[in-house]
Every structure is written in structure tokens, then in C-alpha cells.
């Protein structure tokens, strides 16, 4: 049984068992304000819930700095650098590209994201495909933490699970009961493997939205039971890691 009724069943099981799922919200391929954006934080303001937002760098637009800046549940992470597959392999980075050289353009990249209140050293990879030389890098970037796709979470890492989004001949709304099937069962299998603690990421895409994805997601945001009955920790508790504030101007006071 899916649909609305078996996620509240399922989150009710949850509750007899004295626990509370952990869901978290992971937004990806931002790079500038527009009419999206405004609706994706609309969404995000109206639900009272923290969003991961997912940035590319080499695109990145000032506006959108100012745009999440008054928003305090919004943390920035890192998305790629450049977000193009130069290698026909899904990764930016050819697969002999040396580890140093990769980690200089992450380090660039991160480096761009200085202009955001709030951002957290979270390498999301594009594709959510993390290629050796990528992986190897990530130890001399100074990234502290990765999300990708499908996985338990394990040190370093916490993934998101449940796309709203199908990609096969063009991106559209994956389908109510499909994304609803998804959700209670990745629910089900932490309760029954009694992993209480382990969260289920929840992934959207603003610019690739349709109205249908628009309209379920504002729906799943606002479900009862996903508001009173589950925790929705914040980026930083989350990835346990502090926020990387915006640096202070040259000769601001100490």
C-alpha cells in the first residue's frame, strides 16, 4: 500500500515505536535568481523546513547570493564546478586528470561560493557520479563531507534517495504513487532494519520542474504527518559541520 495513506501508516509505525524518521532536502544545479528559485524558497519559507541548496560555481550569478541571503534554513554546498562532461563519462575531470590538479579546481570553485552567508564544504558531484580522481582530490580540497545519490550515510558521506524527477527522454515529474513508493519504502527499510538514525535525502531539481513536480512537492512539504512526526535537521547538524560564513570585507574590523 502507497500513496498518501501508506506513508502515513508507515510514519505511524514509526511512532509506535517511540521514533522519528530523519528527512532531509537537497536542491541541485542552482546558479542564479529566477522565478523558480523564488518558488523553490517560497516553498521552502512556507514549510518552515531547511534546504541544502546545491550550487554550481563556474555558472554562478551574484543575484543569487542576495537572493538566499535572508533565508536562514538555506545552506549552501558545492555542485561540481563546472556542471559539463568534458569526458563523454558524466564527469567534468578526465579520468587521468592527476588528483593535485583536480583538487586546485575544486578549491577555485569553493572559492567562488564566498559570496553566500551560509555555506557548508559538501561536494555534491554532478551526475551524482564520483569519478576515482575526484574522489581522490576531495582529500586535499579541504571538502570535509560528499552527497551523492542512493547510499546509507557512513562518515563523510550522506546521500539523497528519492528524486522527484525522471530523467530518461527529458526531465519531468516522476508520478505521485512512484515518488510516494519510494519515500515510504526507503522509511520502511530503515525501521525494519532498525537504522533509526538514518536519514532519507529528498532531491529536486527548481529549474527542471514541471507543474506537476511544483505542485507535489508543496504538497509532501505540507504532509501532517512529514511536519509533526518527522525532524528535519538543519545542513549543518545534518552534515555535522559548522557554516563557513561570508568572509568579513578587506579592513573590516577584527
Known amino acids: 500500500m502507497f500513496g498518501w495513506q501508506g506513508l502515513r501508516t508507515e510514519i505511524g509505525r514509526w511512532r509506535e515505536a517511540g521514533r522519528r524518521p530523519r528527512l532531509w532536502w537537497r536542491d541541485d544545479d542552482a546558479h542564479a535568481a529566477g522565478p523558480q528559485l523564488h518558488r523553490l524558497i517560497v516553498q521552502a519559507a ?21 537572493a538566499v541571503a535572508p533565508y536562514d534554513g538555506i545552506a549552501v554546498l558545492q555542485h561540481g564546478v563546472t556542471h559539463i562532461d568534458h569526458t563523454g563519462a558524466r564527469s567534468e575531470f578526465a579520468l587521468e586528470t592527476p588528483p593535485a590538479q583536480v583538487a586546485a579546481s575544486l578549491r577555485e570553485g569553493w572559492t567562488a561560493l564566498e559570496g553566500f552567508a551560509r555555506r557548508l564544504p559538501v561536494y555534491v558531484p554532478p551526475w551524482n557520479a564520483l569519478a576515482p580522481n575526484v574522489e581522490a582530490a576531495l582529500a586535499l580540497s579541504g571538502h570535509r563531507m560528499v552527497s551523492a545519490w542512493g547510499g546509507f550515510s557512513r562518515p563523510g558521506r550522506v546521500d539523497a534517495h528519492v528524486d522527484l524527477l525522471r530523467w530518461r527522454d527529458g526531465a519531468r515529474f516522476a508520478g505521485r504513487e ?3 513508493a519510494r519515500l515510504t519504502g526507503a522509511l520502511h527499510l530503515r525501521r525494519k532494519q532498525a537504522r533509526w538514525d538514518e536519514p532519507v535525502g529528498l532531491l529536486t531539481h527548481h529549474l527542471d520542474h514541471d507543474e506537476p513536480a511544483w505542485r507535489f512537492l508543496e504538497e509532501l512539504l505540507l504532509f501532517a504527518p512529514l511536519q509533526e512526526c518527522a525532524d528535519w535537521p538543519t ?10 560564513p561570508r568572509p568579513a570585507p578587506a579592513g573590516a574590523a577584527a
Open 235 to 244: 545542513p549543518a547538524a545534518l552534515f555535522h559541520l559548522e557554516v563557513f
Open 178 to 180: 512512484r515518488t510516494l
Open 46 to 66: 512556507r514549510a518552515d523546513l531547511p534546504l541544502c541548496l546545491a550550487v554550481i560555481p563556474e555558472r554562478l550569478n551574484q543575484n543569487l547570493c542576495a
